[in-house]
Antibody, heavy 120, light 110 residues
Framework: QLQLQESGPRLVKSSETLSLTCSVSGGSIKSSSYQWGWIRQPPGKGLEWIGNVYYSGRTDYNSSLKRRVTISTDTSKNQFFLTLSSVTAADTAVYFC????????????WGRGTLVTASS | QSVLTQPPSASGPPGQRVTISCSGSDSNIGSNTVNWFQHIPETAPKLLIYRNNQRPSGVPGRFSASKSGTSASLAISGLQSEDEADYYCATWDDGLSGWVFGGGTKLTVL
């Protein structure tokens, strides 16, 4: 059974960079069948797609976050990463990592999410 | 404000059938397939429906979905207490070139 686990600092100071890791177990991220994505949910609000990374390293980002976001992978550790620069209180959210299966065109497995608070 | 519109809440007694709607536009639901997720807080969101009406293995047949034009709906029959959760629709938006989600519907089993 595939499992994804988010990890990283729970508190980030405003104007600094948020960095999260998604550790994948039960399957390899080195597959052309999948992409790996980040989605977030601010408190009391809906879900917002942040971006995806392909096994090749190619990335797709939400245009509203593109200038501040980087998603990358470390296939040797079966992990992928999110960095979000210049954070503000608006970036406070539960951050989820997820697998995207291209055949079904859907995020089929998700992590439980981690709450990151951006505070001055 | 979410690109896809869902009612904030829905409810029904055990055993009843409830439906949750998801409204979009030509650039998203009108052009692409719709997915549905179930999320119980503090747990991983669970995929219920992909490609408008397909259930992954392990999802009970009580969950069904459909799409027509720029709207989609999720139906849950034979409500059970374990169905209490937040439900989200999602699809690709050609205009935004990105994934968009509904604001979520909180389902209460009375």
């Amino acid at each position: 059974q595939l499992q994804l686990q988010e990890s990283g600092p729970r508190l980030v100071k405003s104007s600094e960079t948020l960095s999260l890791t998604c550790s994948v177990s039960g399957g390899s991220i080195k597959s052309s069948s999948y992409q790996w994505g980040w989605i977030r949910q601010p408190p009391g609000k809906g879900l917002e797609w942040i971006g995806n990374v392909y096994y090749s390293g190619r990335t797709d980002y939400n245009s509203s976050l593109k200038r501040r976001v980087t998603i990358s992978t470390d296939t040797s550790k079966n992990q992928f990463f999110l960095t979000l620069s210049s954070v503000t209180a608006a970036d406070t959210a539960v951050y989820f990592c997820a697998r995207f299966i291209q055949l079904w065109f859907v995020f089929d497995y998700w992590g439980r999410g981690t709450l990151v608070t951006a505070s001055s | 404000q979410s690109v896809l519109t869902q009612p904030p809440s829905a409810s029904g007694p055990p055993g009843q059938r409830v439906t949750i709607s998801c409204s979009g536009s030509d650039s998203n639901i009108g052009s692409n397939t719709v997915n549905w997720f179930q999320h119980i807080p503090e747990t991983a969101p669970k995929l219920l429906i992909y490609r408008n009406n397909q259930r992954p293995s392990g999802v009970p047949g009580r969950f069904s979905a459909s799409k027509s034009g720029t709207s989609a709906s999720l139906a849950i029959s034979g409500l059970q207490s374990e169905d209490e959760a937040d439900y989200y629709c999602a699809t690709w938006d050609d205009g935004l070139s990105g994934w968009v989600f509904g604001g979520g519907t909180k389902l209460t089993v009375l």
